[in-house]
């Protein structure tokens, strides 16, 4: 009876571990199934960011290239008459097509006059006056005496690139060296009669690191640092 007992036992305990044999197959199958779904997705998910990055890119460049004519004028005193003065700057007639100011959200009382944007109807009108305006730093307004200041007019994107490089550029001028910003964000330099070019803060921070220790120990104090501020601001104009 015992005998008989037992063996009824171990075949209910053989059915169980049957039906968990069985599920235990469909739980691993279920698991390759997930991973498989889940390398796939990754796989989707890395090509649709290379291409969302690849659509930023073509936007950044379309944006960049409709603002190619355009000029970003800082200091101008509100209610200056732009085409009394701005052809003045290289004696040439110089055609301007538009221009508005860029309000963001100071008060109105604000002693600083917002940054008026325009547009030229030449692109070599607008590389004329950002020649002029760097040959002739700094450039004055006349009537009220207060420096204007002439800049490149790209987009956001480009715009953040460029200004995630200027403190690098900055140590660079401080080191003796004398780099240059090229579009879009690119900073381009002669050392040691080679060309270098860097497109990211990490290998300019790298290329400094690696320059001779006396190099940094040339390194100027505050305020030398400020003496320098206007050379600064005329070479990246």
Excluded at 78 to 84: D, I, R, V
Excluded at 106 to 116: A, E, G, H, V
Aim: with cysteine; proline share 5%; net charge positive.
């Amino acid at each position: 009876m015992d005998i008989l007992a037992t063996n009824n036992s171990v075949k209910e305990l053989k059915a169980e571990v049957e039906k968990l044999a069985i599920v235990v197959k469909q739980t691993r199958d279920r698991v390759d199934s997930v991973q498989a779904a889940a390398r796939e997705d990754r796989r989707t998910d890395m090509y649709l960011r290379k291409h969302l990055e690849q659509l930023n890119d073509k936007v950044t460049n379309m944006e960049d290239r409709s603002r190619r004519n355009n000029v970003r004028l800082v200091g101008l005193p509100e209610g200056a008459n732009l085409f009394k003065w701005i052809p003045a700057l290289k004696g040439r007639n110089i055609e301007i097509e538009r221009a508005h100011r860029v309000y963001d959200g100071r008060k109105s009382n604000s002693k600083c006059p917002c940054t008026l944007i325009f547009r030229v109807l030449r692109w070599q009108d607008r590389s004329a006056i950002l020649k002029g305006a760097r040959q002739a730093y700094p450039v004055k307004y006349i009537q009220d005496n207060v420096t204007v200041l002439f800049f490149h007019d790209f987009s956001p994107a480009t715009s953040a690139r460029r200004g995630s490089l200027r403190p690098v550029l900055g140590r660079m001028a401080v080191l003796g060296l004398q780099p240059f910003l090229i579009y879009p964000a690119i900073i381009k330099l002669q050392h040691n009669d080679e060309q270098m070019m860097f497109d990211s803060p990490q290998r300019e921070e790298d290329f400094i690191s690696s320059l001779p220790q006396k190099q940094h120990l040339n390194w100027p104090g505050e305020e030398n640092n400020k003496k320098l501020n206007h050379k600064k601001k005329k070479r990246y104009v």
